[in-house]
C-alpha cells in the first residue's frame, strides 16, 4: 500500500499539488483519471520524487519513501514516462537498465541481472527481439520493451504514465491485459487512463483529479457516477449492461 497525506509539489515556485492525500493499494490497477493539467503527472512523479519542490509525507507498507536515496526508490517502484526517447541501442541492452538499481559503479552485470532481463523480454512476448534495435521497432513494441525494462527492475510497485497513449486499439488492449496480470500476481499498478471504458474494466481504484486536488476516489463504477466527475470534466456518462456487463460512454 503507498499512501500520500499532504502532498504538495511546486515547480519553478508555482504550486500544482495543493495537500492531497491518496491511498493506492497492493495487488491492485488504481487508476489516476483528470482533465488536462490536473496534477496526474505530478503526482505520480511526486511518489518518486522526480519532482524538486515536494513536501508531505509519501508512505510505502511503513517505509518513510522521503528519508530514501534514489536508488533505494528504484529497488522499490518502477516508473514509465508518458514520453520517451528512443535510443540507439538493443532492446536487450535497454532492458538491462531496469538492473542499475543493484549495480555498484562501474556496472558489471551478474548472472542473476541476465536471467532477470531474459525473463522480462519473455514475460512481453519479446525473446526474439533482443538483439533489435529500438529505432527499428513498432510504438507497440517500443511500449513492450520499456515494460519490459520495469519488470527487470524487478519491484513491487509499476506506475505508468498513459501507457496507452499513441497505440492501436489492439495494443493498447495488450497493454492493459499486462496491466492486468501484473496486478493479479501481487504487483501494485497505478496508471494515468483517459478513456473512461478502460477504467471500468481495468481498474480497481480510481482517483480523480481537478487542478491539483483530489475530487473523488473509490471503485471505477462509484467514481465514474459521481458528481465530481462531471464536475471536473463537463461531460455525463451513461452507462449500459450487456452480457459482457457494464458499460460507459460519455455525452456532453
Known amino acids: 500500500m503507498i499512501s500520500v497525506k499532504a502532498l504538495r509539489a511546486s515547480y519553478d515556485g508555482i504550486e500544482i499539488l495543493h495537500g492531497i492525500t491518496a491511498g493506492f493499494p497492493e495487488g491492485k490497477i488504481s487508476a489516476v483519471i483528470g482533465p488536462n493539467g490536473s496534477g496526474k503527472s505530478t503526482m505520480l512523479r511526486s511518489l518518486i520524487r522526480l519532482v524538486p519542490d515536494i513536501s508531505g509525507h509519501i508512505d510505502m507498507d511503513g517505509?518513510?519513501?522521503?528519508?530514501?536515496?534514489?536508488?533505494?526508490?528504484?529497488?522499490?517502484?518502477?516508473?514509465?514516462?508518458?514520453?520517451?526517447?528512443?535510443?540507439?541501442?538493443?532492446?536487450?541492452?535497454?532492458?538491462?537498465?531496469?538492473?542499475?538499481?543493484?549495480?555498484?559503479?562501474?556496472?558489471?552485470?551478474?548472472?542473476?541481472?541476465?536471467?532477470?532481463?531474459?525473463?522480462?523480454?519473455?514475460?512481453?512476448?519479446?525473446?526474439?527481439?533482443?538483439?533489435?534495435?529500438?529505432?527499428?521497432?513498432?510504438?507497440?513494441?517500443?511500449?513492450?520493451?520499456?515494460?519490459?525494462?520495469?519488470?527487470a527492475q524487478d519491484t513491487g510497485v509499476i506506475i505508468m504514465d498513459e501507457p496507452t497513449t499513441f497505440l492501436d486499439i489492439k495494443n493498447q488492449f495488450d497493454m492493459l491485459d499486462r496491466a492486468r496480470a501484473l496486478a493479479d500476481s501481487g504487483k501494485t499498478v497505478i496508471l494515468i487512463l483517459h478513456d473512461f471504458e478502460a477504467v471500468l474494466h481495468y481498474a480497481d481504484h480510481v482517483v480523480l483529479m481537478s487542478e491539483g486536488r483530489i475530487l473523488s476516489a473509490g471503485s471505477a463504477e462509484e467514481v465514474l457516477r459521481s458528481d465530481e466527475l462531471k464536475q471536473a470534466f463537463n461531460v455525463t456518462p451513461c452507462f449500459y449492461e450487456t452480457e459482457d456487463g457494464l458499460h460507459c460512454y460519455v455525452k456532453e
Open 63 to 151: 517505509k518513510d519513501l522521503m528519508e530514501m536515496s534514489q536508488q533505494e526508490l528504484a529497488r522499490l517502484i518502477a516508473y514509465l514516462p508518458q514520453s520517451r526517447n528512443v535510443p540507439d541501442i538493443s532492446v536487450q541492452r535497454l532492458v538491462m537498465h531496469g538492473r542499475f538499481p543493484y549495480l555498484s559503479y562501474p556496472r558489471r552485470y551478474r548472472k542473476e541481472d541476465y536471467e532477470m532481463v531474459e525473463k522480462a523480454l519473455e514475460w512481453v512476448g519479446m525473446s526474439d527481439l533482443g538483439d533489435r534495435k529500438m529505432e527499428n521497432l513498432s510504438g507497440g513494441q517500443r511500449q513492450k520493451a520499456y515494460l519490459a525494462m520495469a519488470l
